[in-house]
């Protein structure tokens, strides 16, 4: 049982602002071993739901830390393993929501939905972000490796069973591996089972850091924006980071030196460079990855806002 650091953070996040983690899980316990990890091999493979963390130790760490805090947007359940394999993450949600009114983010891969009882303890968090990389069984077994009793259709069954009880939002987040679930079949199978599970945003997203399988390859923007475009009867958000110019279609070296000299002159919001330079949201977060990659900026939170600002 681990005991320190359960709670981390705030960092910002491109999903969810300002967000505090909490990691309930020991290092890469999961029911899934997904190539693409960036925390590497799952060395637990396991469905089996546990007192990992006692939940005393983890609201009184919580309360400590919120109380030298100014502003969070969300308090998360992250980290380096699935956290509904925790047994006590509903007393753990419900305790937080008496705490305070932060709303609670629970980032799951999904596969345990469909166990009521899993289901009935994230009932009062204010937003699940599940995942669902493939719908069929060839794919669901090459992308994300799963513990061999878990089943596709039953977790798909789980989410569309889930959106009919749950009364928070959905952040449906689909991971776009090159030649393993970019190809038009999966595709779209996922389109059709998204219109079954109906959540509120549909988030695309495709590697930006090294994963634990050098052999996966991320899909470029070009294709995430084709998916977006074919998909326009969904709320489809692409999330993928850019990491090199080249990604960027049409790319303006002038919009560029526009972004980083104002913001050396003043730290800026992603909302101020939208209204400064007349470009959406999407264009300016493609520049600003690239700097930030390149470590010319770094996101700075001030208050209750992310502000970005040039190293000196
Ligand atoms: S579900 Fe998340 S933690 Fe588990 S293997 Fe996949 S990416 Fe890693």
Redesign the pocket.
Known sequence: MKTDSLIFGPVPSRRLGISLGIDIIPF?T?S???I??E?GA?NHLSLERRHFVDVVTVLSQLKQILKDLNHVDYITFSG???PTLNKDIGTMISEIKRLTSIPVAVLT?GTLLYRDDVARDLLPADVILP?LDAVSEEVFSKI?RPHPQLEMAEIIDGLIRFREVYTGEIWLEIFMVKSINDHDGELTELYRTIKKIRPDKVQLNSLDRPPADTRVRPVEMKKLEAIKQKWKDLPVEIVKRIRRREEIVAFSKNLENTILNTITRRPLMIDDLVQLTGKNRLEILKYIDVLEKEMKIYPKIVGKKIFYTAKT
């Open positions: 890469k999961c899934l071993n997904c693409y990890c925390c799952t380096s393993g699935e891969n995942s994300n």
